[in-house]
């Protein structure tokens, strides 16, 4: 209370008894009167309080005041976040790029020995100037050899990949003669199969090998987002030439004479253009032999003025291909469908593609052919997906049930189970528009 106010009702209290009216109580009129003019004049002259500081409109307030639009907010980030989830690629690993580049070589026909001291060691030799390199390694085997390169972390992956191609272009004038061009890679997980499909058929595997070819594997290669589809346990259609050693010394011929023969008389070469009057029309020579009986008439080299055939040297037959890879299902040979997805795609969504292709390619393949999943990726990530759903809804509700025990008000405990999913779905939004 200010200190005007204390003098005044001190004036107000009641007067003593035998106090008299007249010049007194005129007396008081007069002090009142004066009091009241002084406290006039200090409140005038005190200083006024500061006026509030005006504060602006928060998100907060905005919603309370707006419950509608709080509500059209939450609505359209919660559909969004549906939509993108949609479109959020699922796959069982992080698509990490490792500064990890692999370097192939292949010489076929040579041993182990001479593709460590021909052509392993000289790329080692070579990569190893490369700076930034964290380890090398590389293994060798028959034809093939094949080198490892990890790069620090910090390392760009394609830089990483352009000083290794650069390095290794220097060197190959030095390679063996018949080695072919080093193949460089770059690591990727998506390269791992996501799927695999057994073909089998009661009859001839190189039948098998040819329908699985000409009608499911080049069927499967255009589903969406397939990056390559490799068959194993093939047995391809090829024509064996088994060359008799002895009939060849009678006539002093070698194993290459026969394989330039075979080479130089059965290809096809282009013939150049004729011009007519209305058209022009393009040549080809046509070398090529139409039946397996038409190699045994293929001149091979010319002995005493007579010309020596491929029959008179060896036996042709038509067969398959030297095999290198055996594929079982049920312990009955069968052809293996390797299906690898590109990178970046959505794991689960490549493969219920492909299923769906396979159902409809079984009206096109024979009744006999049986195609069956022997590797599903998406099983595995289907699981741990319903696996994460399980303990979303487990947390929501031991959430709902803490926030209950201690607020003990069920509009609190329902504003919180509501603000918790409408933040985990928005979040969605964001982690789409990020490209994950």
Not at 65 to 89: E, H, Q
Not at 330 to 339: A, Y
Not at 342 to 352: A, L, M, Y
Request: with cysteine; glycine share 6%; hydrophobic share 40%.
């Amino acid at each position: 209370m200010a200190r005007g106010d204390s003098r005044l009702r001190m004036l107000l209290f009641p007067l003593p008894i035998g106090w008299g009216e007249g010049q007194g109580e005129g007396r008081v009129r007069r002090l009142c009167h004066y009091q009241v003019r002084r406290m006039a004049s200090e409140n005038h002259n005190s200083p006024s309080p500061p006026p509030a500081a005006t504060r602006g409109v928060g998100i907060a307030d905005l919603c309370i005041k707006r419950p509608v639009f709080a509500t059209m907010i939450n609505l359209f980030l919660v559909v969004l976040g549906w939509f993108s989830f949609k479109d959020i690629g699922i796959d069982q690993f992080p698509n990490v790029e490792l500064p990890i580049i692999t370097v192939t070589t292949t010489l076929p026909g040579a041993s182990p020995e001479e593709m460590e001291t021909s052509v392993t060691k000289p790329l080692e030799e070579i990569i190893n100037t490369i700076q930034g390199i964290d380890e090398l390694g590389s293994t060798t085997l028959e034809g093939v050899s094949q080198i490892t390169v990890t790069f620090l972390l910090e390392r760009n992956r394609d830089i990483a990949a352009q000083d290794v191609r650069d390095k290794v272009n220097t060197i190959l004038a030095q390679l063996p003669p018949g080695t072919q061009s080093p193949i460089i890679d770059k690591f990727d997980l998506d390269a791992v199969p996501v799927l695999s499909i057994s073909v089998s058929a009661p009859r001839d595997l190189k039948e098998i090998t040819y329908i699985t070819d000409k009608f499911i594997k080049q069927n499967l290669e255009t589903v969406q987002d397939v990056g390559s589809v490799t068959m194993i346990g093939t047995r391809t259609r090829a024509v064996q030439v088994t060359v008799d050693v002895e009939k060849l010394r009678a006539y002093s011929l070698t194993i290459d004479d026969v394989r330039k023969a075979l080479a130089n008389q059965n290809i096809e070469l282009p013939g150049g253009r004729m011009n007519q009057p209305s058209r022009e029309v393009v040549l080809r020579t046509l070398g090529r032999m139409e039946a397996v009986k038409d190699f045994n008439e293929l001149i091979v080299a010319n002995f005493g003025g007579q010309p020596v055939l491929l029959k008179d040297v060896a036996r042709v037959e038509d067969s398959v291909e030297e095999p290198r890879t055996l594929s079982k299902a049920n312990g009955q040979n069968c052809v293996t469908l390797i299906v690898r997805k590109q990178s970046g795609s959505n794991t689960v969504k490549v493969i219920d593609s492909v299923k769906r292709r396979m159902e409809e390619l079984k009206a096109v393949v024979p009744t006999d052919f049986k195609m069956a999943v022997i590797r599903d990726q998406s099983r595995f990530i289907k699981r741990s997906l319903e696996e994460i759903n399980l303990h979303l809804i487990l947390g929501a509700i031991l959430v709902a049930l803490t926030t209950f025990f201690f607020l003990h008000d069920w509009r609190g405990t329902v504003i919180a189970c509501v603000a918790i999913p409408t933040s985990i779905i928005s979040t969605f939004v964001l982690i789409r528009a990020m490209g994950y």
